[in-house]
């Protein structure tokens, strides 16, 4: 192996500690030598767990195939005291380079097929959890707790009656969570359509990093708002694609 | 869409199927990597409720990989079906072979490991959408 290339480390984990963090950007490959990890995603403070590995098999991989394009899809934390050994994706990148392009042909198919059948599950988790929400898993004293909570923002955005395509009403967005909005209304917007609680709303709005987010949410409180003609409306989400998720996660992220 | 000429290099048996005709079974032994030359193909699973089609494959797709590239199992995972008249064609598996075993260790097991999860990801979306279907 050439000498400037990063060589591979070993690397000691206690048990419960992450390894890999999903939504953060990260390149490296690792591999478990002893001992064993979960791999998961976390669903409105919950951890939904996609896997338990053990030694020789590799986590961190799905970076490798698309470049270091995509952030973590998942996280990875040690269930036992573990040793891992961590790849750096520089060598092998190159040699994936100058490797036969039919297995590149063959493989990059695979990868299309893979990112495809995530999306269609996190999809179909993702109207699941407006059915029935996961169990939460008992964490014993976790360090990397996770604490979703409501941030308070001042963005415009789009809404309408959730069975209409129009988002014919705006409002600004006053505080956003994973669970919910609170919505600034003006009393007009109250005359022209029911608000009242359980009415269920499509809301459409564009984050300052420039992402755009859109959902289906329903009324759960109303109360005067803190200028003349204004309301707060509190609204919990009824319906949100695993994207949509993902991208207010990151940015309600400390 | 033309077929890359570098795939066309590798294509030796022709086999045309008809329509509907099972190409590969779920469960049988093999491991050669086809591709399709003309027409389509679905790509099922076998479920309590039935066949669930995963995907199509058009000309240009690649199939039957999952086998190859796996440690220990040479069993399909699926079956691929013909949708309407289509021509397919195995890829040289020995040079194919050559060629894999040519790459490093660590290539080699990313490769594994990229089609193990596809295989795990697919049975566990499979069994998540024939559980809701049971729900509604």
């Known amino acids: 192996m050439p000498e400037e290339y990063p060589k591979n480390r070993q690397l000691k984990f206690k048990a419960d500690d992450l390894v890999i963090k999903g939504g953060d950007y990260g390149i490296s490959i690792y591999k478990i030598i002893e001992g064993r990890v979960k791999v998961y995603t976390e669903w409105e403070g919950r951890e939904i767990t996609l896997a338990y590995l053990g030694p020789g098999e590799v986590v961190g991989e799905m970076s490798f195939f698309s470049m270091g394009m995509e952030v973590r899809a998942a996280s990875v934390r040690t269930e036992t005291d573990s040793i891992l050994e961590a790849w750096h994706p520089s060598t092998l990148q190159k040699e994936y380079e100058n490797s036969p392009s039919i297995l590149k042909y063959i493989l990059d198919q695979t990868l299309q097929r893979l990112l495809q059948i995530n999306k269609i599950t996190a999809e179909l988790n993702s109207k699941r959890g407006g059915k029935k929400a996961p169990t939460p898993v008992k964490k014993k004293g976790s360090r990397n707790q996770r604490k979703y909570y409501r941030k308070e923002t001042n963005i415009e955005c789009r809404y309408g009656a959730a069975d209409s395509k129009e988002l014919r009403y705006s409002a600004t967005i006053k505080d956003l969570s994973l669970k919910g909005v609170g919505l600034s209304v003006s009393g007009s917007n109250l005359q022209k359509v029911d608000h009242s609680t359980g009415t269920r709303f499509n809301i459409a709005f564009t984050l300052p990093n420039g992402k755009k987010v859109a959902f289906e949410a329903q009324v759960v409180a109303i109360r005067a708002g803190s200028s003349r003609g204004a309301f707060l409306l509190g609204f919990s989400t009824t319906d949100i694609s695993y994207e949509n998720q993902k991208s207010v996660g990151f940015f309600l992220m400390p | ?136």
């Open chain 2, 1 to 136: 869409m033309a077929l890359d000429p570098l795939i066309i290099s590798y294509v030796t048996n022709e086999e045309t199927y008809q329509d509907k005709a099972v190409i590969l079974n779920e469960g049988d032994h093999g491991d050669w990597v086809y591709v399709i030359l003309e027409g389509q193909a679905k790509v099922q699973k076998k479920t309590k409720k039935g066949y669930v089609t995963l995907a199509i494959l058009r000309e240009g797709s690649a199939f039957g990989e999952m086998a190859f590239f796996s440690h220990k199992s040479k069993l399909r995972t699926a079956r691929v079906v013909a949708d309407g008249p289509v021509v397919i064609a195995g890829l040289d598996p020995v040079r194919l072979r050559t060629e894999f075993a040519s790459l490093s260790p660590q290539l080699q097991e990313l490769m594994y490991t990229l089609v193990a999860r596809l295989e795990m990801a697919t049975s566990n979306m499979v069994k998540l959408a024939v559980g809701q279907k049971k729900k509604t």
